[in-house]
Every structure is written in C-alpha cells, then in structure tokens.
C-alpha cells in the first residue's frame, strides 16, 4: 500500500530529539526553531514528559470516557490556574481542527444562529466547519460549502459591525496571532472592540490559540495582551509537547447536555498524562517568562538583518517578511546550516521553536540565519 501523496517532503528523516534540537537517520544535527508546527513546547523528549507518559502507559494508556478518568480534572485544574480561566470549563478532543469543529457547534447550539464571521488570511483546520472557516479555497470542496461563512479584513470593526447587525451571526472565529496566514497580529483595540461588539450582537467569540496559546506569544494566551475574555477557546499543538491532544475551554454562561459533544480517543489516560505533564514543565522551568526574554532579544536582532520587508510577532510566534521569495534563504538554512524554520506564503519564514530556547540557542540561531543571508 502507498502513502496518499498530499505532503511535499524535504528527503529527510528526522529520528530522534533532545531540547531544541533534532537529529536525522544519518547523524545530522539541526537547531529546531520550528517545533513540528509549534508542537513542541517544552522541547524534545523532556525528561519530565518521558517519565509520565513510560508510568501512565504503563498502567493504563486508555479507557473510554463513560467512566471517571480523574486526569481529566487534574488538567482542567492546572490548566485554569496557568491561564487564568479556572471558572470555565474544559471539553477534551485531539486536534485543533476538532476543537474548532466543537466550538463553533457549540455556538450554534447556544444562540441557534447559523452564519460565522471569520477573517482573511485565517487558517482554522481541515474538517468540515474548521476547513470552511479557513480563508483557503483551495482546501474547501464542495461538500464544506454549506456553512454560511463571511471572511472580513482583520483589524476592521466597522466591517465585523456591518454583518453583526444582521442578526444570523453564531460567532466570530479570530486566532490569537494568524500563524499561516503569516504572524499577523490583531490590534489589541480592535480586539476589545471584538468583544464588546459580539456582547452587543448575541454572538459567540471563539479565540483559537491553537498556535498562539499556550505561552507562545510572552502570556498564556495572544488574546490576553488585549485582555479580554472570550466565549470560548480553543487549544491544541503545545498542549501536549506531541501527543495529539486539544481542548475548548468553554464559558460559565454555556450549559453542558448530555450528549451535544462527544468523542472516543478525547482526554484518554495518556493524553492527560502527557498535558499535565507539560503544565508542571511550564510552571516550575518558566517557560512563558524565558518566552518573552528570548523572544524579546529575537526581535530585535531580527530586525537589523538587511532585505527584511517586516518583522511580525510576540514571544517566540515571529514573522520574517522578506522583499523576495524566501525559498533560497530557507533551503540553505535547512541543508546548509541545519536549521528547521516555517513558512507563510512565498516571502515570509516562520519561527516557532520550542518554550525553552535559551538566549544561547537565539545566538546560535542568529549566526546561522546571518550566513544563509551571506550577511
């Protein structure tokens, strides 16, 4: 049987990692400023992560959700207290697709409207209602194309107001910082008026901080530089350093039925084990402080190399927008200086390394981007 062919591939293959680095079948080292789409939060096989995954698999790696798995409520209860939101509640799924997918439905079910405001340049994931919202038509097919959906420009109240008036608005869908969209970062006043505007309208804010969360941005969450606080949000890829795990943290002012959500494989034993294990890695090594430092000293170095169009970002989330195609400059970093990086689009690189890149690492980084430049 073949592989279904979606995925262009560098010919490499990564076999094993450690901190902010990783390694390939032929004994390369690369730095790793990319963290496996922002996965890896806590870095490469964490001690502290190996141990509780080896111990819960060891004694049971799943069991269904119709009976008591008191791991879930010991990540919802560490994960309130790290962001802030310990009065909502925690629904449990495994990609951030899904939990996009289970809170726009949530939304629908609470106000029974249908339409969905989202924004230029989003990406929200690839299932049904995740993949509609997402400003992509190249990914929609014709099945997804029911879901009523308006995309506006980001940072334009006047034109989210225009549709909000309405009145069939379920909810507005806003990532934290637009990651593959090219790290755009929402003006905070045009967050704040987001808020005030969907309380004004009956409509559902949903923050997707699948990219974003998690301490990426130097906070918690990218939305609480606005410091506002949504109806829902969504989280996943840092959530559990790996493990396929995500979740909907969900206001007070929803009521649970049982029945309107469900899932399999969502808040399994190992899965729990996994994300509690990277809270406690969060917590005691401060790693949304070391974010802000190294990011803070990334930026500012970023911002001196030459052909730079824009440096876009917060923490360790970056944009670098070149004049030109990035497509070189990358390529040398990859099999010349044996750095992972991202993309958005032609012109822009994406870095999102691991939480716990140290200054020494940012050095190191530097060095290596300054040669693939020959600056």
């Not at 989210?160 to 608005?169: R, T």
């Not at 899932?263 to 034993?269: A, I, L, S, Y």
Request: with cysteine; proline share 3%.
């Amino acid at each position: 049987m073949k592989l279904f062919d979606v995925y262009p591939l560098f010919n490499i293959e990564i076999v094993k990692g450690k901190g902010c680095h990783v390694w390939d079948k032929d004994g390369n080292q690369y730095l790793d400023l990319y963290g496996g789409h922002a996965v890896i939060s806590v870095g490469h096989s964490h001690p502290t992560y190996v141990a509780a995954i080896t111990e819960q698999v060891n004694k049971l790696g799943f069991y269904s959700n119709s009976v008591i798995n008191s791991l879930q409520q010991t990540l919802a209860d560490k994960l309130g207290k790290a962001s802030g939101y310990d009065d909502y509640a925690l629904f449990l799924i495994n990609s951030g697709a899904e939990a996009n997918e289970n809170a726009l439905k949530l939304a629908s079910f609470h106000n029974g409207k249908k339409r969905v405001i989202a924004f230029k340049k989003a990406f929200h994931g690839r299932t049904s209602a995740a993949v509609r919202v997402t400003d992509n038509p190249s990914i929609i097919a014709p099945i997804n194309e029911d879901l009523a959906v308006t995309y506006l420009p980001l940072n334009d109240l006047s034109a989210v107001e225009e549709e909000l008036k309405k009145g069939d608005v379920s909810s507005v869908i806003i990532e934290g910082i637009l990651g593959v969209g090219g790290i755009q970062v929402p003006d905070d006043t045009f967050m704040q008026g987001l808020r005030e505007l969907c309380t004004e309208y009956a409509a559902c804010l949903i923050l997707d901080e699948i990219q974003s969360g998690y301490g990426r941005s130097g906070k918690f969450f990218a939305h609480q530089y606005a410091g506002i606080r949504p109806d829902m949000i969504t989280v996943a890829k840092g959530i559990a350093n790996g493990f396929p795990m995500s979740g909907v943290l969900i206001s007070p002012v929803f009521k649970p039925v049982y029945g309107m959500l469900g899932t399999t494989f969502g808040g399994n034993h190992l899965a729990c084990a996994a994300a509690i294990a990277v809270l406690d890695i969060i917590e005691k090594e401060k790693l949304v402080g070391n974010v802000m430092k190294v990011g803070e000293y990334l930026l500012e170095e970023l911002q001196t190399l030459p052909g730079i169009k824009e440096i876009r970002g917060r923490g360790l989330m970056i944009g670098i927008e070149f004049e030109e195609s990035i497509k070189a400059v990358r390529n040398k970093l990859l099999f010349e200086e044996k750095v992972f990086t991202g993309v958005a689009g032609t012109n822009t690189i994406r870095l999102l390394p691991p939480l716990s890149l140290t200054i020494e690492d940012a050095q190191e980084a530097m060095t290596r981007i300054k040669k693939a430049m020959k600056v």
